[in-house]
């Protein structure tokens, strides 16, 4: 049984999606269950008013680890990724990519003195033994999984192998396509044809799938970090056998479809319940080699 954490700014549909569907794919076939879920929520001052922040406090998450986790158990987090890195903040302008993660486990490992491990993390000497004392707690919980969905953070050994040994968990996983939550509006299901020639001419390219009960259509556009997915349906039958085809096995009854898959931007979407999907997990292990990396990998935002 795992617990999710999940940052709600970034995506605010993962909270109702893993409570519909909490079966979250794994490589070689197999799932983690989310029987818990958490929000991770930072503020940020913009134009003097106070908001919640696309980007997570590495402390605000080892709270929540510490909160909702347990020893030896399963975590999903769900939060902004990159090719370098997630989108965690360790201190002022110092963000969670290889070269901060190799500062953080050569000072956690003692191989490198507190006093050159601060400055590399720009933190204060007092604010380096606090963020120390509860990575080792952490660390010492021995996580079995930590599933990221994050964007793309599976593309790289290098972020992979710290990740992991940051985490010190039994197996990281990350995607290394773009990770997505939204939700589909249905609207009023029709078998209309003049109704259906409308929505397909004015939703070009739709994927549209046949059923027993009928048709069920949807057409996706992405704008920057955002997906928008509009759906046609012959009835609701026809919605439930394509949520039974293209998600895990949930408690969908009828009405919006919350979904989540993986994209390369380019090619079709890929949902959570297709055989694919696990086809785009890269897994790093406790103990794998450490990878060819350059020691003087700049810490940056």
């Known amino acids: ?23 979250e794919p794994i490589p070689n076939q197999k799932f983690v269950t989310v029987e818990k879920i958490a929000t991770l929520v930072d503020t940020v001052v913009v134009k003097g008013e106070k908001t919640v922040s696309d980007l997570t406090n590495l402390t605000t998450l080892l709270q929540a680890i510490f909160a909702n986790g347990k020893a030896g158990g399963d975590l999903v987090i769900v ?15 110092v963000g969670f990519n290889v070269g901060a993660m190799r500062a953080l486990v050569m000072g956690l490992e003692g191989r490198a003195e507190d ?33 990221l969905r994050a964007c793309v953070v599976g593309k790289d050994v290098d972020v992979m ?14 995607p290394k396509a773009y990770d997505f939550y939204g939700v589909m509006d249905l609207g009023a299901p029709t078998k209309d044809g003049k109704v259906w020639e409308k929505w397909l001419a004015s939703h ?6 046949t059923f027993p009960s009928g048709r069920f259509a949807y057409h996706h556009t992405i704008s920057g970090n955002s997906i928008k997915v509009e759906a046609m349906t012959d009835s609701q039958d026809a ?10 096995k949930g408690n969908y009854k009828r009405g919006a479809i919350y ?43």
Request: net charge positive; charged share 15%; aromatic share 8%.
């Open 79 to 93: 939060m902004h990724g990159n090719d370098a890195g997630l989108f965690i903040k360790i201190g002022p302008g």
């Open 1 to 23: 049984m795992a617990t999710a954490l999940i940052n709600a700014a970034v995506h605010p549909h993962a909270i109702p999606y893993f409570t519909h569907y909490p079966l």
């Open 239 to 248: 919605a439930s056998e394509w949520v039974g085809r293209n998600l895990p």
């Open 259 to 301: 979904f989540h898959g993986l994209t390369d931007k380019k090619s079709p979407l890929i949902f959570a319940g297709d055989p694919r999907y696990r086809d785009s997990l890269v897994e790093a292990v406790k103990g794998a080699p450490m990878p060819k990396i350059d020691p003087n990998a700049p810490i940056t935002p």
């Open 161 to 174: 192998y710290y990740l992991q040994k940051v985490f010190n968990c039994a197996v990281c996983c990350a």
């Open 115 to 147: 006093d050159i491990t601060h400055k590399l993390l720009k933190l204060t000497p007092a604010d380096w033994q606090s963020l120390k004392a509860q990575l080792l707690k952490m660390q010492a919980m021995e996580l079995n999984r930590v599933d």
């Open 204 to 209: 070009v390219g739709a994927n549209v799938q």
